[in-house]
């Protein structure tokens, strides 16, 4: 639901912050106050066109923020979001935001990352339908008008089954298409292949091996210079002439000289013979280390060898061993595949006659059981209509589908092998229309005020925000119109712009909105009414102050 809208520098309205609840929320207002503002405000924040005009006279920008409590969206709603790069909703909240300037830049933002005006739209379309003189009507689109039937008919299994047939259909297709293709190709394919496949196989690889060869390598082409630098610190421990051993005798006197003149130099002679005898076990250590030493150019040449070829198969079939040995099993795949060319097909022609039957079959019973929902909506759709003034009126759910022919006539698609388009005639006499073609703004917001009634549980998207519902109605017809907005503010939460005080009586929340002038400036505000807020703006509805007005306005919020 919509919890916040926030709207700043737009047409008359300076900065105003409106806290909205669920249910029904009415919103009210004399001629020319600028209720209409709201709604222009809400399709910014939700992706439509942009008029620098609309910025407030004397300003340089204009913004809209609109807050939305996404805590019961759907799994796939998240998912959209995941799939166009955006945050996650943080405590349940999604924040659209809209700038636009005076010199045309334009901004938009959803949770605070900036994205693309085609973005902010989409994400809208889960969010916000708004049924009067506006272009963001989802049940417009008869994609839409189709997975709506199918809810209202409980048809989403039988169509989660033609979904899942036209996968499989699609899959061998694609395996069918990549074995037909011409001689000449086909040579060199299994060439290429055969090629591939005796390749990495004969390089016999194991998923750890590169890691294991790069270190023995290493060890391998420093074995000389390691030969060098032992036997050369062994020297000089060791060596003939200079060595670090040879000049120690001459301490080593000295401190036996000390020793006889004074028995308390004892210790520092003992540590010299501990230090000459940790000297001499170094320099067996190293003489020991360097015998192990293997120089061995042979196996130095087969382990570069082995590390240049698996280099090689990296760069050409992989960025690692694992990735070369997949290649390598999906290329053994394709080949054994081109190899039983012959079989292949006919196996995958078999498969295909079984499941395009399998799927046609699901398709046609898709088919006949929304024909049977269709007409049911039309029937219980005809009823609300009649409800709500058009009492001669048609609805009809109007249903095209596929012949059934084999390829190349077209085939069922993920749908089944229906379109759908809800067709409308508020007057006797007069052909039925797609409701996309439907002139006036207040007979098609009346008629889908009449399908939203019928479809409150099964349509998922929030908020239904609903402008010139009430056009040219009144009496029983505009009580009618207030309890089915109540009905399906029940399931959703409902913004009606009204000048029917029938109906503003019944909402759960009374906004009004009035324009004054402040500072030699006019000026829109909107504000939310307590009861005898309502009372008085009920009263102004009805036509005027009087008592009896008054009185009048009183029964409208006593009734039930």
């Not at 409106?18 to 020319?32: K, Y």
């Not at 405590?91 to 809209?98: A, E, N, S, V, Y």
């Not at 940790?278 to 382990?303: F, H, K, M, N, V």
């Not at 040995?325 to 498969?351: K, N, V």
Request: net charge negative; aromatic share 4%; with cysteine.
């Amino acid at each position: 639901m919509l919890t916040t809208l926030r709207i700043r520098n737009l047409a008359l309205v300076s900065e105003v912050t409106l806290e909205l609840p669920s249910g029904l929320v009415a919103i009210t207002g004399e001629t020319g106050a600028g209720k209409s503002i709201l709604l222009g405000a809400l399709g910014l924040v939700l992706g439509e066109r942009a008029d620098r005009s609309l910025i407030r006279s004397g300003q340089e920008s204009c913004a809209v923020e609109a807050v939305f409590d996404v805590t019961l969206m759907s799994r796939a709603f998240q998912r959209s979001l995941d799939d166009q790069g955006l945050d996650s909703c943080a405590d349940g909240q999604l924040i659209l935001k809209r700038t636009f300037t005076a010199s045309g830049a334009n901004r938009q933002f959803v949770n605070g990352t900036p994205t693309t005006l085609q973005t902010l739209s989409r994400v809208g379309d889960w969010l916000v339908d708004l049924h009067g003189p506006h272009e963001h009507q989802s049940l417009l689109d008869p994609s839409r008008q189709l997975a709506l039937l199918d809810a209202f008919g409980v048809l989403d299994a039988r169509r989660a089954s033609v979904e899942a047939l036209v996968r499989e259909r699609d899959a061998l297709e694609t395996q069918k298409a990549d074995l037909i293709i011409d001689d000449r190709a086909y040579a060199q394919q299994l060439d290429l292949l055969r090629h591939q496949t005796a390749e990495i196989a004969a390089a016999r690889l194991s998923p750890d091996e590169e890691e294991t060869v790069a270190r023995e390598y290493q060890r391998a082409s420093s074995a000389a210079q390691r030969l060098q630098f032992a036997q050369a610190a062994a020297d000089a421990l060791g060596g003939e002439e200079g060595s670090v051993l040879s000049q120690a005798g001459a301490v080593g006197r000295l401190l036996q000289e000390l020793d006889r003149t004074d028995s308390d130099a004892r210790p520092l002679l003992d540590a010299f013979e501990q230090g000459i005898a940790s000297l001499r076990d170094l320099e067996r250590d190293l003489s020991r280390y360097a015998e192990r030493i293997d120089l061995d150019p042979a196996r130095l040449q087969g382990l570069e060898e082995r590390l240049n070829l698996i280099q090689t198969l990296k760069r050409k079939y992989g960025n690692s061993i694992d990735a070369v040995m997949r290649f390598g099993e999906e290329a053994a795949r394709r080949l054994e595949q081109l190899e039983g060319r012959s079989e292949e097909l006919a196996r995958l022609e078999l498969a295909l006659a079984r499941v395009s039957s399998e799927l046609w079959d699901a398709a046609l019973d898709l088919s006949a059981r929304r024909r049977e929902c269709g007409a049911r909506l039309a029937r219980a759709v005809s009823g609300q209509l009649a409800d709500l003034g058009f009492r001669r009126s048609e609805f009809d759910v109007r249903i095209v589908s596929l012949a059934r022919n084999p390829p190349p006539h077209p085939q069922p698609g993920s749908a089944g092998i229906d379109t759908i388009e809800f067709h409308f005639a508020p007057n006797p006499g007069e052909p039925a229309k797609p409701l996309r073609s439907i002139a006036s703004s207040g007979e098609l917001a009346r008629a889908m005020l009449a399908i939203k009634t019928v479809l409150a549980v099964q349509d998922q998207i929030p908020v239904l925000v609903f402008d010139e519902v009430d056009a040219n109605v009144g009496g029983e017809t505009a009580n009618a119109v207030g309890e089915k907005m109540r009905t399906i503010a029940r399931h959703r939460q409902v913004l009606c712009i009204t000048h029917l005080a029938q109906v503003a009586a019944v909402a759960d929340a009374h906004f009004a909105v009035t324009k004054e002038i402040r500072g030699g400036r006019t000026l829109s505000t909107i504000h939310r009414l307590d009861h005898s807020g309502r009372v008085t703006e009920l009263a102004r509805m009805l036509g005027g102050h009087t008592e009896a007005a008054r009185r009048h306005a009183l029964s409208l919020l006593r009734q039930p």
